[in-house]
């Protein structure tokens, strides 16, 4: 069991609810904090970071959580609905 703070459980559910989907900053702003914010918010790129650090096996070359360039974050994982 891994021990996650509120905001990042609440992007890693984010993530789970998006698989393998490009998401932007400002859409993961909006999903996981559901209120306006700055256009230039990088918040979300530590959050990213550190629950990067939590899951990754290398924080450094993640698998799992990966980034796209001019793009945003895609979470890679495969993830089924029972």
Known sequence: ?????NGEFTLLT???E???R???????LTLARGRGHDAF???IDVQVSRLRRKVERD????DII???RNGGYLFACTVERG
């Not at 490009?22 to 993961?28: D, I, N, W």
């Open 59 to 62: 924080s450094r070359n993640p």
């Open 66 to 68: 990966r980034t796209v």
């Open 14 to 16: 984010v993530f789970l």
């Open 41 to 43: 918010d990088r918040s």
């Open 1 to 5: 069991m891994v021990p996650l703070s």
């Open 22 to 28: 490009v998401l932007t900053r400002e859409q993961l």
């Open 18 to 20: 998006n698989p393998q």
